[in-house]
């Protein structure tokens, strides 16, 4: 098994998600802790490298996120950034203040060529800033090896002690050698292999499983998403017959897509997974019923999720373990992993409720971000139709309405985003946007159709482009693209007179509108 690690600290930037993801795009593993956690538990995980990352905080505020000094003299090599660059110094000594100018954007950074974190970077090379505090004053035993116009100390090192900072964000795309300076660090300075490697993962994880199973049952939650997919046929080639996979409609999928799903992972699909369907939409449009809250309609289904299974384990028997899609982001944007606020709860993802009777819980991919679980699904030969799916929340359309969910509404949701995906597939847009729906506002308004007044529902339409899921943009789509699916909405769907077209970015915005 792969051992070699980097420890990423969380001090609640936002972009300490895409830190993780350089790092192991450099084919090393990393995991993400906060700041809080024990000196002696990251001692005890003897990382090859740490990385400090970025933060809303002054260091030098009270109360602000800390770390204690001890963590740079264990002999582990520490990469400090923008805000881990600057507590770097204020820790060992230096001085940290408000800057006198701001920096933001890309900025250009002179880099001194003779420290390891910059061998092969050009001189003058284009940075990603966002700070307002900056050092003014670097600890002692630190020499500067990078500079901006108005940043005197935008990189420092103390070689000896193996202590790198820089102000600027290497892991934003808009720095433009940022990944050969995370590159530089992982193996000139900590010395890594690079043995993070997915087809290594797949092999390695089939086999782990293998061996925990035994000879137990296996139950998977099968949404015929990617997640769930591509743990689902993990699953099935660690353990075969020992696996029963439940998909349940919970009549919040989209148009027809229960009966898709049913076609690639059923009886008469190409994979051996015992499939189930259960079709539960009833219940679930019962005890959603009222609920407009989104945290409580995110909880409702999420629980009856987990009776479902928990009614379709007792049927076939005593089962041992359940398998779930969890990913990365998951985990950590459910407050479990690192710094960041619980922005919304993934039903998917933490304890599971004390009436659930399985022995333990398996979430292969639990530790892989999107891409990776991508990898991994091309790897173990699912189809690339499948692979590059787009994502669907597990609350489904759910949180696709605003306000009460109604099986009517779930109708007219379903139809509004069938018809937009079709008009993006004919414009031949599929494959370039990232995601792309419709949703149902709660707003009703007045229109005219025919010569009657109607009083009705706006769809709103979102397409964003995102790479890592944690910001998005907003997607261009043509007007005339626009125009089409506005028209045909307004035509085709009953109970819908109006049209908007969602130009938020996230953040603030999320993707989904719950
Ligand atoms: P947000 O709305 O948080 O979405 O910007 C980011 C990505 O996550 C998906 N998403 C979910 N996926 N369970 C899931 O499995 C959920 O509860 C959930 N909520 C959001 C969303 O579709 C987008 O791709």
Same mark, same amino acid.
């Given at each position: 098994?792969?051992?070699?690690?980097?420890?990423?600290?969380?001090?609640?930037?936002?972009?300490?998600?895409?830190?993780?993801?350089?790092?192991?795009?450099?084919?090393?593993?990393?995991?993400?802790?906060?700041? *809080?956690?024990?000196?002696?538990?990251?001692?005890?995980?003897?990382?090859?490298?740490?990385?400090?990352?970025?933060?809303?905080?002054?260091?030098?505020?009270?109360?602000?996120?800390?770390?204690?000094?001890?963590?740079?003299?264990?002999?582990?090599?520490?990469?400090?950034?923008?805000?881990?660059?600057?507590?770097?110094?204020?820790?060992?000594?230096?001085?940290?203040?408000?800057?006198?100018?701001?920096?933001?954007?890309?900025?250009? #950074?002179?880099?001194?060529?003779?420290?390891?974190?910059?061998?092969?970077?050009?001189?003058?090379?284009?940075?990603?800033?966002?700070?307002?505090?900056?050092?003014?004053?670097?600890?002692?035993?630190?020499?500067?090896?990078?500079?901006?116009?108005?940043?005197?100390?935008?990189?420092?090192?103390?070689?000896?002690?193996?202590?790198?900072?820089?102000?600027?964000?290497?892991?934003?795309?808009?720095?433009?050698?940022?990944? *050969?300076?995370?590159?530089?660090?992982?193996?000139?300075?900590?010395?890594?292999? %690079?043995?993070?490697?997915?087809?290594?993962?797949?092999?390695?994880?089939?086999?782990?499983?293998?061996?925990?199973?035994?000879?137990?049952?296996?139950?998977?939650?099968?949404? %015929?998403?990617?997640?769930?997919?591509? $743990?689902?046929?993990?699953?099935?080639?660690?353990?075969?017959?020992?696996?029963?996979?439940?998909?349940?409609?919970?009549?919040?999928?989209?148009?027809?897509?229960?009966?898709?799903?049913?076609?690639?992972?059923?009886?008469? /699909?190409?994979?051996?997974?015992?499939?189930?369907?259960?079709?539960?939409?009833?219940?679930?449009?019962?005890?959603?019923?009222?609920?407009?809250?989104?945290?409580?309609?995110?909880?409702?289904?999420?629980?009856?999720?987990?009776?479902?299974?928990?009614?379709?384990?007792?049927?076939? +028997?005593?089962?041992?373990?359940?398998?779930?899609?969890?990913?990365?982001?998951?985990?950590?944007?459910? +407050?479990?992993?690192?710094?960041?606020?619980?922005?919304?709860?993934?039903?998917?993802? /933490? /304890?599971?409720?004390?009436?659930?009777?399985?022995?333990?819980?398996?979430?292969?991919?639990?530790?892989?971000?999107?891409?990776?679980?991508?990898?991994? +699904?091309?790897?173990?030969?699912?189809?690339?139709?499948?692979?590059?799916?787009?994502?669907?929340? %597990?609350?489904?359309?759910?949180?696709? !309405?605003?306000?009460?969910?109604?099986?009517?509404? #779930?109708?007219?949701?379903?139809?509004?985003? $069938?018809?937009?995906?079709?008009? !993006?597939?004919?414009? +031949?847009?599929?494959? *370039?946007?990232?995601?792309?729906?419709?949703?149902?506002?709660?707003?009703?308004? #007045?229109?005219?159709?025919?010569?009657?007044?109607?009083?009705?529902?706006?769809?709103?339409?979102?397409?964003?482009?995102?790479?890592?899921?944690?910001?998005?943009?907003?997607?261009?789509?043509?007007?005339?693209?626009?125009?089409? #699916?506005?028209?045909?909405?307004?035509?085709?769907?009953?109970?819908?007179?109006?049209?908007?077209?969602?130009?938020?970015?996230?953040?603030?915005?999320? !993707?989904?509108?719950?």
């Amino acid at each position: 098994m792969n051992r070699e690690k980097i420890l990423v600290i969380d001090f609640g930037g936002q972009y300490n998600q895409l830190v993780a993801r350089r790092v192991r795009e450099c084919s090393v593993y990393c995991e993400i802790y906060s700041y *809080k956690t024990d000196l002696e538990k990251i001692k005890a995980m003897a990382p090859q490298g740490i990385i400090l990352t970025g933060g809303p905080d002054s260091c030098y505020a009270e109360g602000a996120a800390s770390c204690s000094r001890e963590l740079f003299d264990m002999g582990i090599p520490v990469l400090g950034l923008c805000y881990g660059a600057q507590l770097m110094m204020h820790v060992l000594g230096g001085r940290v203040t408000k800057a006198p100018v701001r920096e933001y954007g890309k900025i250009e #950074v002179d880099v001194d060529r003779s420290s390891r974190l910059f061998g092969n970077v050009s001189e003058k090379t284009v940075c990603w800033m966002s700070h307002n505090d900056y050092i003014e004053k670097t600890a002692p035993g630190f020499r500067v090896i990078g500079r901006t116009a108005d940043c005197p100390a935008a990189a420092a090192e103390w070689e000896e002690k193996q202590l790198y900072a820089v102000q600027f964000h290497p892991e934003v795309l808009h720095t433009q050698e940022g990944t *050969k300076i995370i590159h530089n660090f992982l193996y000139e300075i900590c010395r890594c292999q %690079g043995t993070w490697k997915m087809d290594a993962f797949a092999e390695n994880s089939i086999e782990a499983i293998r061996e925990k199973v035994g000879s137990g049952k296996v139950l998977c939650a099968l949404s %015929g998403g990617v997640d769930s997919s591509v $743990a689902a046929v993990m699953l099935s080639k660690a353990v075969g017959e020992q696996l029963t996979c439940v998909f349940v409609d919970h009549g919040l999928l989209r148009k027809d897509e229960g009966d898709q799903v049913e076609e690639v992972f059923g009886p008469n /699909g190409p994979y051996n997974l015992n499939f189930i369907r259960v079709n539960a939409q009833e219940r679930f449009y019962e005890r959603l019923k009222g609920v407009e809250e989104p945290e409580q309609k995110r909880k409702i289904i999420g629980e009856e999720f987990i009776r479902v299974f928990e009614e379709e384990a007792k049927k076939i +028997g005593a089962v041992d373990f359940l398998v779930q899609g969890t990913i990365y982001p998951d985990v950590v944007e459910s +407050g479990l992993g690192g710094e960041s606020a619980v922005i919304k709860s993934h039903h998917n993802v /933490g /304890g599971l409720p004390d009436y659930v009777d399985f022995k333990e819980i398996i979430e292969p991919l639990r530790n892989l971000f999107k891409d990776e679980v991508r990898r991994v +699904g091309l790897e173990l030969g699912i189809p690339e139709k499948l692979v590059y799916r787009q994502p669907f929340p %597990g609350p489904g359309l759910g949180i696709r !309405i605003i306000g009460e969910v109604t099986p009517e509404k #779930v109708m007219m949701v379903q139809e509004a985003d $069938a018809i937009y995906r079709e008009e !993006i597939a004919r414009a +031949g847009l599929d494959r *370039k946007i990232g995601q792309y729906f419709a949703a149902l506002t709660n707003m009703r308004s #007045v229109g005219v159709m025919g010569d009657e007044r109607t009083y009705d529902y706006a769809v709103a339409l979102r397409a964003v482009n995102t790479i890592d899921f944690m910001t998005a943009e907003t997607a261009e789509i043509p007007w005339d693209v626009l125009g089409k #699916v506005a028209s045909r909405i307004v035509n085709e769907v009953r109970n819908v007179n109006r049209v908007f077209y969602d130009i938020s970015q996230k953040p603030p915005a999320t !993707i989904e509108f719950e």
